[in-house]
């Protein structure tokens, strides 16, 4: 029997819903079948989702790709020589230098697609724990310093400067602290927290350990949404196998040391990804606001002062602490400093994963990369920042994609989901999602919420009617004017983002596409 052949098909979910497992299972039986060996690597997704399943093979000559693959075009491609890297027409050559790769700047999703998850040894050969290193040679404080002087600003959403929660956690004196990671990821069309822990949990784990150490903190939590399994499955591994290997424990590689992480699954609600409902359903509760102050940094987790990240900002981690605050500072445009893994989803051509600098245009995420809309229709919204995200029309799509930039378009990057609509959509209907959103969501403690987001359903369908009495009588000009005040109340009254930034995808809707509005049924 011939040498076995390395060949890397996904185990990203994205990847096994569009029939990875399926492809793995045909290789390894026809390979088989032909007397071949293949060892099979099931990696992280390169985030190029129009390609998967994206399967590689390892040839003397480096990585050859090919994609999309059906586990029924497996027995073709085996005749062609796909052991060998052998011509077919899915044949791909080196994916990391197709455009769409080779131009996108990953740092904190370098190895994403590269690495065996499973394998702690790939990690460390591919630049892994060289932050932890780094920082176990360095005073808490500094390690903080550094945080603050990168410019890392929270990816979760309300991009919070990273340094300084991290320095309130540091100052406190306390017996336990903790870190928590948010994996709740509840923003429509994002996945860049789901691709890291599933493609490179270690990077998550270094970069908790970190910040453990950072502020003194012995016990770390992932809060993990229930509806990512592969992501569960990656992070357990990678736990025993960081904890069997002493990168976890009570002697942190061998530094005396000791910091440990556990995960919690959520239950699947929006408002658990909100970082203080997020501690209460950490500590067995049903998931509601806390009223802030105080801050969780002083009185978090079961009274503790405690971090509360994002599942990227952690993984930023440990580029800042390998290589250098300013090395990370240099990326970036005004005050949005470093990268941002933006998720490109909805009616796009090319959706995926592209991290770059902050500082990217709508335009050259959404034709650039995006290749335009799915149905080749033209591209009339996007939707940034998820489902609290303000719609912007295409005469806004030079707007640049960093913090800023998007406020003062009364919008949000959020945690970097774009959402590609074509000109089939109609907006009123939009708002009218936001609303109904927040009303299903909402975790009630705030009348402006609880009451608001539903009486504001009841005013949308009430406007999409369109009933040509309401529009001649003028009642249909007042309930747009109804809405707007509901906006301001909702904005202005609400306990946090829930209930405060639904407003945001309800006015822009109403502001770039009020046509759609006034419509006449
Ligand atoms: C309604 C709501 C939902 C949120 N959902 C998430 C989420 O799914 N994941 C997340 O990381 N942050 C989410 N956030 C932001 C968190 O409250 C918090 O700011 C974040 O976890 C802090 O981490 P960071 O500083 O690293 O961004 C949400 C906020 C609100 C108001
Ligand atoms: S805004 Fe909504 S989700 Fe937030 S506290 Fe108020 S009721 Fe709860």
Same mark, same amino acid.
């Given at each position: 029997m011939s040498a076995a052949v390395t060949v890397y098909v996904p185990g990203d979910a994205s990847a096994c819903s569009l029939g990875a497992d399926r492809v793995a299972r045909a290789l390894e039986a026809e390979a088989g079948k032909r007397g071949r060996v293949v060892h099979i690597v099931r990696n992280g997704s390169r985030g190029m989702f129009w390609l998967e399943p994206l399967v590689e093979v390892v040839t003397p000559a480096g990585r050859v790709a090919y994609g999309?693959? #059906? #586990? *029924? =075009?497996v027995a073709k491609l085996l005749d062609a020589g796909l052991l060998e890297g052998g011509a077919h027409a899915l044949r791909l050559g080196d994916i990391a230098a197709h455009p769409w790769l080779a131009s996108q700047q990953r740092l904190t999703g370098s190895r994403l697609g590269i690495v065996d998850p499973t394998s702690l040894v790939d990690y460390v050969a591919h630049g892994g724990y060289v932050g932890l290193r780094n920082a176990l040679a360095m005073q808490p404080v500094d390690i903080v310093r550094a945080i603050t002087d990168s410019g890392l600003r929270g990816r979760g959403g309300a991009a919070f400067p990273t340094g300084i929660k991290w320095q309130t956690v540091h100052d406190q004196k306390a017996g336990q602290k903790y870190i928590t990671c948010n #994996? =709740?990821? *509840? =923003?429509? !069309?994002?996945f860049a927290d789901r691709m890291l822990m599933e493609g490179d949990p270690f990077s998550l784990i270094e970069g908790m350990t970190i910040a453990g150490i950072a502020v003194g903190a012995t016990q770390g939590y992932i809060y993990l949404r229930i509806e990512y399994p592969h992501a569960a499955r990656a992070l357990a591994r990678a736990l025993q196998v960081a904890r069997a290997m002493g990168h976890l424990g009570p002697d942190v590689l061998g530094s005396g040391k000791r910091f440990d992480i556990a995960v919690r699954l959520g239950a699947g609600a929006y408002i658990c990804g909100e970082e203080t409902s997020m501690l209460e359903s950490l500590e067995g509760r049903r998931g509601e606001v806390r009223v802030r102050p105080p801050l969780p940094a002083i009185k978090g987790l079961f009274g503790q002062p405690t971090v509360v990240n994002n599942v990227v900002t952690l993984a930023s981690v440990p580029v800042v602490l390998a290589r250098g605050p300013q090395f990370y500072k240099d990326f970036g445009a005004g005050k949005s400093r470093g990268t941002i893994p933006l998720q490109l989803a909805g009616n796009v051509k090319q959706g995926g994963l592209v991290e770059r600098a902050f500082g990217l245009t709508v335009k050259q995420l959404v034709? @650039?990369? @995006? @290749? !335009?809309?799915a149905s080749g229709r033209p591209v009339r919204a996007v939707q940034i920042g998820g489902p609290l995200g303000a719609y912007l029309p295409e005469s806004q799509f030079d707007t640049p994609l960093e913090y800023e930039a998007l406020a003062a378009r009364d919008g949000l990057l959020g945690h970097g989901g774009v959402v590609v609509f074509d000109d089939h959509v109609n907006m009123a209907r939009m708002a009218r999602y936001a609303l109904e959103f927040c009303a299903v969501e909402s975790c009630g403690k705030c009348t402006p919420c609880r009451i608001g987001s539903t009486r504001g359903v009841e005013l949308m369908d009430r406007i999409i009617a369109g009933r040509a009495d309401t529009v001649r009588n003028g009642a249909q000009t007042a309930d747009l004017a109804l809405l707007e005040e509901l906006c301001d109340t909702m904005f202005n009254g609400s306990?946090? @983002?829930?209930g405060g930034l639904t407003p945001y995808p309800v006015r822009s809707a109403l502001k770039h596409f009020r046509e759609d509005f006034q419509r006449v049924n």
């Open positions: 999309p693959v #059906a #586990a *029924g =075009d #994996a =709740d990821e *509840g =923003d429509s !069309g994002t034709y @650039g990369y @995006g @290749g !335009g809309s306990l946090c @983002g829930l």
